[in-house]
């Protein structure tokens, strides 16, 4: 079964993952650090899903997330870091100058 789905409606669903999504979050010196969630209080132990740098403005994204949001949500991979930025901005009000994963 095809369904065709909205540019609209697309962003919608895509945004709707982003702001949905699970995660640990700490602020820590310089940086935004988004972990993936776990049970442990140690942040040490957990992984960075995304980290902004307010030195450099430099936003690092775990490279399997933005291959797996990417693989998902867009026909065309190496368009998930863009919307990703775009995201990150809105949500945490920084300016991104660029992307690293």
């Known amino acids: 079964m095809k369904v065709i789905i909205t540019e609209n409606k697309l962003r919608d669903i895509q945004l709707n993952y982003l702001n949905t ?4 979050y700490t602020e820590f010196d310089n940086f935004k650090i988004l972990y ?3 049970n442990r209080d140690d942040y040490e132990l ?3 899903m995304m980290e902004y740098d307010f030195e450099d403005f430099r936003l690092f994204i775990d490279s399997n997330f933005v291959k797996d949001f990417g ?6 991979a190496d ?7 775009d995201w990150f901005e809105d949500k945490f009000g920084v300016k991104v100058k660029y992307i690293e994963s």
């Open 79 to 85: 368009d998930a870091q863009p919307f990703i930025r």
């Open 36 to 38: 993936y969630p776990n």
């Open 21 to 24: 999504m699970r995660y640990d």
């Open 46 to 48: 957990s992984e960075v």
């Open 71 to 76: 693989l998902t949500y867009f026909p065309n």
